[in-house]
């Protein structure tokens, strides 16, 4: 009876320690273009964050088009794969490697609206690596401002 109290709450500990929540970060902003034009000049292919972010200084794409490996201005290099995709409307990744401060990163870009307006959402959640979490969401709402004032300002 005492091994099966132990192993209970073995079990309990076990559990607790592993479902901590993962950070999450998420930026909008608003665009005064259709929500087409905003997504022929960010998302109409998996590259497309090249065209717009100033961090990224090239962007290849796999063969099948699921992979993109984006290399970055001052050097360092992310490799992220296509989860899902909604075309003219939104896509999710994973990163699969990188140098930034987080762990089993996933994230979703969108694009939406009506008429002459859009509203771009960028969110993403995350384990922090090598930083705190304060650190690693600070790197990473870096990275989804830059880009976002940066594609607002190609409008």
């Known amino acids: 009876?005492?091994?099966?109290?132990?192993?209970?709450?073995?079990?309990?500990?076990?559990?607790?320690?592993?479902?901590?929540?993962?950070?999450e970060v998420t930026d909008t902003i608003e665009i005064k273009a259709s929500p087409a034009k905003v997504w022929a000049a960010s998302a109409d292919?998996?590259?497309?964050?090249?065209?717009?972010?100033?961090a990224i200084e090239k962007c290849a794409l796999s063969a099948g088009g699921k992979t993109r490996t984006l290399s970055l201005k001052g050097g360092g290099t992310?490799?992220?794969?296509?989860?899902?995709?909604?075309?003219?409307?939104?896509?999710?990744?994973?990163?699969?490697?990188?140098?930034l401060p987080v762990a089993d990163y996933?994230?979703?870009?969108?694009?939406?609206?009506?008429?002459?307006?859009?509203?771009?959402t960028w969110t993403g959640s995350f384990e922090p690596k090598g930083a705190d979490e304060a650190?690693?969401?600070?790197?990473?709402a870096g990275i989804y401002a830059g880009g976002l004032a940066a594609l607002k300002a190609k409008f």
């Open 1 to 23: 009876m005492k091994l099966t109290h132990i192993a209970a709450v073995a079990a309990a500990l076990l559990a607790s320690s592993t479902a901590a929540s993962a950070a």
């Open 135 to 140: 650190a690693a969401k600070k790197v990473i």
């Open 45 to 54: 292919d998996f590259c497309g964050i090249a065209k717009f972010h100033p």
């Open 78 to 99: 992310i490799v992220e794969n296509l989860t899902a995709h909604k075309d003219g409307s939104s896509y999710s990744y994973v990163i699969v490697e990188s140098p």
């Open 106 to 120: 996933k994230s979703t870009f969108s694009v939406k609206g009506s008429g002459d307006t859009s509203m771009v």
